[in-house]
């Protein structure tokens, strides 16, 4: 970027800056297609020319299955060119879940490859488009510039991602130009991705974490890779080696996985990569601690965060040697604290609601007022604040130490416990490679269940000398793998599911 040239106001601003900077570097490569970031911003432009002859317009929504596809970026940019709103679903979402989501968000175009999902679409009467209408789009760089369309303001509304919901239908997290471009902005004010980083990411795009690695790649000029949750098991080694990653976002399984096959492969260790980012689920201390033996000069980003405010805080490199259990300070040109059940701000040290405050707050839920005004909220005149539902505490220098999310908390014999601490306790044991906890319901009491070459009595017997007697299940079940969301995260209906089908484990 020129130092004539205007911060970036908009989404697609970062891709044309990047453009400006380094109009012939990969942007990014998708099955050994790899576009520059130059190419890329002209495909955007025709492929946002091509949306606009098909009828889309300022605020409409624009639906795509998030299945890995060159055309993904290219999209995306070309929806927040003309002010649509864009949404990416998960390619594992279909049936009653993805009806709901096209009933809810009512698109105006649906594109995907999938033709169960576009018999769906089609029956509800939304207009559908796959890749053989638009491919034609990446090799745009030798037509005619299309006619600039009419830019979107600052404030418009430019992605929808519904989450995931343990017990209703999935609601959309409604975000502005400018509420992403703030974001990925102060992440990237602390991560630092660079223009000789290649940053290799097996996360769906429908994951928050997995979409803004393209606008991170974008401020740092820096080479993605995007991949697919299958491409991280294990060829990862190779693939990893392959592109020469410097750059990994990873989620705890993915992690724990990296390290396994470290732990078998030494002599594979990929030395190029140089930085490690973790949130979505808490990232266990060991499996930090053979990644870095492994990898010497790895630095590793704890984080926390959520979709409505994408991220909260980002621990500095390898701050998690000396505040071990904490995830980091508010991002920069944020605010992060804790309430108690008045809503009165909590001291250092004292646990609470987790409560976040910034630029990068969501502007609220898709045709939800009553969610919104429960979750997005003005305390003493500031305005936005986002309660997260989620608990911990901050030390004396703003560090924040996370407890637990709203629906890990239940109750065991009159106490509170936090299976997020039961988890953390379970990996401590010997021989256990992961843990999860899921809390108790009317049929059955709260259930641990732990991966590794260990016997439920002996993991039960050794939580005692971790964590208080009230706090520890009462039940252990060892399973050959935890069952994981299309995100990497553990899945808690497949945990469930094992729960009832206890041939495949050992109970205890």
Same mark, same amino acid.
């Given at each position: ?6 911060? !970036? ?36 432009? %025709?492929? @946002?020319?091509?949306?606009?002859? @098909? ?23 070309? @929806? ?19 009806? %709901? ?46 006619? !600039? ?197 909590? !001291? ?81 044991? @010997? ?23 260990? /016997? ?7 939580? /005692? ?34 729960? /009832? ?8």
């Amino acid at each position: 970027m020129s130092p004539q040239s205007p911060p !970036p106001a908009l989404l697609h601003d970062l891709l044309d800056h990047a453009a400006a900077r380094r109009p012939d570097d990969p942007a990014f490569t998708v099955a050994e297609r790899t576009l520059g970031y130059a190419e890329l911003a002209r495909a955007s432009r %025709h492929a @946002a020319q091509w949306l606009r002859s @098909a009828g889309l317009d300022r605020g409409d929504r624009f639906l795509l299955d998030a299945r890995l596809n060159p055309l993904l970026p290219v999209l995306v940019f070309a @929806a927040a060119r003309i002010g649509a709103v864009f949404s990416l679903i998960h390619e594992q979402v279909r049936g009653v879940q993805l009806e %709901h989501i096209l009933d809810d968000s009512e698109p105006a175009l649906f594109f995907s490859d999938a033709p169960q999902s576009l018999d769906i679409a089609a029956r509800k009467g939304v207009r559908t488009v796959g890749s053989p209408d638009v491919s034609a789009l990446l090799d745009s760089r030798h037509g005619v510039e299309p006619e !600039p369309v009419t830019a979107p303001l600052a404030v418009d509304p430019v992605c929808m991602i519904y989450t995931s919901g343990t017990t209703s239908l999935p609601k959309a997290v409604v975000s502005t130009h400018q509420q992403m471009v703030f974001a990925a902005q102060a992440v990237q004010q602390v991560l630092r991705y660079g223009d000789d980083d290649v940053v290799y990411s097996p996360l769906p795009l429908s994951f928050d974490y997995g979409l803004y690695q393209v606008f991170l790649s974008a401020l740092g000029g820096s080479h993605l890779h995007l991949a697919t949750p299958g491409d991280a098991g294990p060829a990862l080694l190779t693939r990893l080696a392959g592109c020469g990653a410097t750059v990994l976002p990873a989620v705890p399984s993915l992690a724990e996985g990296l390290a396994a096959l470290l732990r078998r492969r030494p002599g594979r260790a990929p030395q190029t990569l140089r930085m490690l980012t973790n949130t979505g689920a808490a990232m266990p201390q060991q499996t930090l601690t053979d990644l870095r033996a492994a990898l010497p000069r790895l630095r590793v980003h704890l984080m926390f965060g959520l979709t409505e405010c994408k991220r909260a805080t980002i621990m500095p490199a390898d701050g998690d040697l000396a505040r071990p259990g904490s995830s980091g300070r508010a991002l920069p040109g944020t605010e992060v604290f804790v309430i108690d059940e008045e809503g009165r701000r909590c !001291p250092p040290g004292e646990t609470g609601e987790i409560v976040v405050r910034g630029p990068h707050v969501m502007s609220g839920y898709w045709r939800r007022p009553e969610a919104t005004a429960q979750r997005f909220f003005r305390v003493d005149g500031l305005f936005p604040q986002l309660r997260t539902g989620d608990y911990g505490w901050l030390d004396d220098e703003g560090y924040l130490y996370f407890t637990g999310r709203r629906d890990d908390l239940y109750k065991a014999n009159g106490f509170r416990v936090s299976a997020g601490e039961v988890e953390a306790a379970a990996r401590r044991t @010997a021989g256990v490679e992961s843990a999860a906890v899921l809390p108790p319901a009317e049929d059955r009491p709260a259930t641990l269940f732990v991966t590794g070459a260990v /016997r439920p009595e002996d993991v039960l017997l050794a939580l /005692r000398e971790e964590i208080e007697d009230f706090k520890i299940p009462p039940r252990c079940v060892v399973l050959e793998a935890l069952p994981l969301t299309g995100n990497g995260k553990v899945d808690r209906d497949g945990l469930a599911a094992a729960l /009832r089908t206890e041939g495949h484990a050992h109970a205890g």
